[in-house]
């Protein structure tokens, strides 16, 4: 059950800023040869920024006074050569960073993507898949600017902030002290700031999740919404969590914008203080114009990477929340994992035993699905499940696949632990049909194929004759390369069922499960399928799980299913002698 919805803002672990921003900028030392060619170039494109007020202040103080016109010449030659100089260097500078910036994203994303892959069933039971979808597109997209915006400005930056700094101090320390006076006071500004804008714009990018959760929903259920004419409730739903969504982005900017104005106002006053004390205390005489006029731009030098630093820290603080969202899910711990050591599971026989077995979903842990379930099946025993709605016949099956751990007993496999066995030497060695039929947007091929990636065409035309299905593709234009969109639309819910079954077919399973896997298919064409089932699943396991009692009236043994355990379990025959549970589900579908 989904504990997570639209409505409810996402919980995060609190994780000091700090950890997060090292761990961040950590992915760059995948890149340190690049980085230190892009440090050298910015030596290079810095050092020549900083001559020119040199430059400037030689031209008056020495040239023009000394009325030397050639060397004047000479200097302005010099200057462009070095202007293009730099040029150069900041575009290929630029150019090596934004590879490595967009590189190091390409990193995050995949071992986002990774991992959430290798999250179990209780993850995505627990958060709408809206959610994880602004984690991976949104969360990193924000990522993207403040990663490249670091290697592109922070560096540079905080370089030419202290080397302008340096030089003020070597050229007249009391004129550079009058300039950074108003530095602490910037320092606590921002400080101050940040602490409250980072808790909005966490709460700023819960509701973005909301909404994308909520329009991902709406979407997915647009026919429901449709047919029940229920259009102005989910636009007012809409409505209420857009406004959510704006009023925490007006919060967390009205306190974001304060930061253009502080740095903005103790630049003004680092200049007012420059020239009050140069002038007023220290005296223009004894300081000389060519310096003055070199000070005052050294102070738009120092001032305006300043300025770019406090943005770039709006923006860190802006998008840490982003890092926080994404390294949030990476620290999530897959709930079933491999254990240290798992083998292989050999192929398989197909025998089946559940020893007493418990069961609880993780979001109700006492609430019991199953208690005390006992059982062994012998390998190649077709076990159909029955019971009322919730008794828990689909929890048994995923627990036999291990898409969720059983919270006491053992399950065994041909007399293997299923713990102690590779997730992946179990999957794949089962067929799992359930009421979910999802296709995948692609050819109807390749839809068969996703089965078994190494099928042959041979394979996947005999799985779909065995299914039935073979007749109808071959109705369609294009055959097996007719292109489906996503979750089969264009094809009816019947063909839809048939083409997921093709698919289980064809990866030749140990034990097969149907959940439901019939439902939608017509009695004739449910007759032809299950030939077919029958004749490439003779001698294999499996478990059928139908309401429909024709569907399973030839299984071995029928287990019927309440109270989170076997009630009953026989043949069709013996079940009905009993003139129990079974006999009563019988008489009220065919009396
Ligand atoms: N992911 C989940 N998280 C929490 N509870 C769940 C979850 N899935 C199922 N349940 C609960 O477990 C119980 C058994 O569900 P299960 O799907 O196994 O029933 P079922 O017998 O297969 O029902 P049906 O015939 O309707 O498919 C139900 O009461 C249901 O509410």
């Known amino acids: 059950m989904a504990v997570n919805s639209s409505r409810i803002d996402e919980e995060q672990k609190a994780v000091l800023k700090k950890d997060t921003m090292l761990r961040m900028f950590k992915y760059l030392l995948d890149y340190k040869k690049q980085i230190t060619i892009v440090l050298f170039i910015m030596a290079g494109t810095i050092a020549i920024s900083m001559m020119a007020p040199l430059i400037m202040e030689y031209a008056i103080n020495v040239c023009v006074a000394q009325k030397d016109m050639k060397g004047l010449l000479r200097l302005g030659g010099g200057a ?77 930056d905080l370089l030419t902030v202290i080397c302008v700094a340096v030089i003020m101090l070597i050229k007249n320390y009391r004129l550079a002290m009058a300039a950074l006076l108003t530095l602490p006071i910037l320092a606590i500004g921002l400080f101050l700031i940040q602490t409250t804008v980072h808790r909005r714009w966490q709460i700023y990018r819960k509701k973005t999740s909301n909404l994308n959760a909520y329009v991902h929903e709406d979407l997915s259920g647009i026919r429901i919404i449709q047919s029940y004419a229920a259009e102005k409730e989910t636009k007012n739903v809409f409505h209420d969590l857009v406004n959510q ?81 994404i390294f949030d899910i990476i620290d999530t711990e897959a709930e079933i994992v491999d254990q240290e050591g798992a083998k292989e599971l050999p192929e398989l026989n197909g025998e089946v035993e559940f020893k007493n077995v418990s069961f609880a979903y993780s979001d109700e842990p006492d609430r019991l699905i199953l208690s005390d379930v006992n059982f062994l ?47 992946n030497s179990l999957r794949s060695q089962m067929g799992i049909m359930t009421q979910d039929n999802f296709l995948f947007s692609g050819t109807i091929r390749d ?84 030939k077919g089932i029958d004749a490439l699943l003779k001698g294999r396991t499996s478990f059928i799980i139908a309401h429909r009692l024709s569907t399973i009236r030839k299984a071995d043994r029928i287990f019927v299913i309440d109270q989170g355990n076997i009630m009953e379990a026989g043949s069709h025959e013996e079940l009905l002698a009993l003139k129990g549970a079974y006999y009563n589900l019988y008489q009220s579908q065919f009396a």
């Open 80 to 156: 462009l050569i070095l202007f293009l100089l730099f040029l150069a260097g900041t575009k290929i500078r630029m150019r090596l960073m934004a590879e490595v910036s967009n590189k190091v994203l390409l990193t995050i994303r995949e071992e986002l993507y990774q991992h959430i892959q290798t999250l179990g069933f209780g993850f995505f039971d627990s958060r709408p898949t809206g959610k994880i979808l602004a984690r991976i597109i949104g969360d990193v997209n924000s990522l993207k600017d403040v990663l490249s915006d670091s290697v592109t400005q922070l560096i540079p």
């Open 245 to 325: 969504h704006y009023k925490s982005f007006m919060d967390a900017v009205l306190v974001a914008d304060a930061f253009g104005p502080l740095v903005e106002i103790t630049w003004g006053l680092g200049g007012f203080l420059l020239y009050f004390i140069g002038i007023k205390i220290i005296g223009v005489e004894q300081v000389g114009i060519g310096t003055f006029l070199a000070f005052s731009t050294y102070i738009a030098m120092f001032w305006s990477p300043i300025r770019n630093l406090a943005n770039f820290y709006n923006k860190l603080t802006t998008n840490i929340t982003a890092a926080e969202r």
């Open 377 to 423: 099946i012998k390998p190649g025993e077709t076990i159909a499940l029955v019971g009322p709605t919730g008794a828990g016949k689909t929890t048994i099956v995923n627990l036999i696949s291990r898409f969720y751990e059983a919270t006491e007993g053992r399950i065994l496999i041909d007399g293997h632990e299923i713990k102690d066995v590779t997730l």
């Open 447 to 530: 839809n068969i194929r996703y089965g078994r990636l190494d099928a042959a065409e041979e394979e996947i035309i005999e799985a779909a004759k065995a299914v039935s299905a073979h007749e109808f593709i071959m109705k369609l234009d294009e055959g097996y390369d007719t292109v489906i969109s996503e979750r089969g639309a264009g094809l009816s819910i019947g063909q839809r069922q048939l083409l997921a079954f093709a698919r289980t077919m064809v990866s030749k399973p140990g034990i097969l499960i149907l959940d439901e896997a019939t439902s939608s298919i017509d009695t004739h064409t449910e007759l032809l399928v299950q």
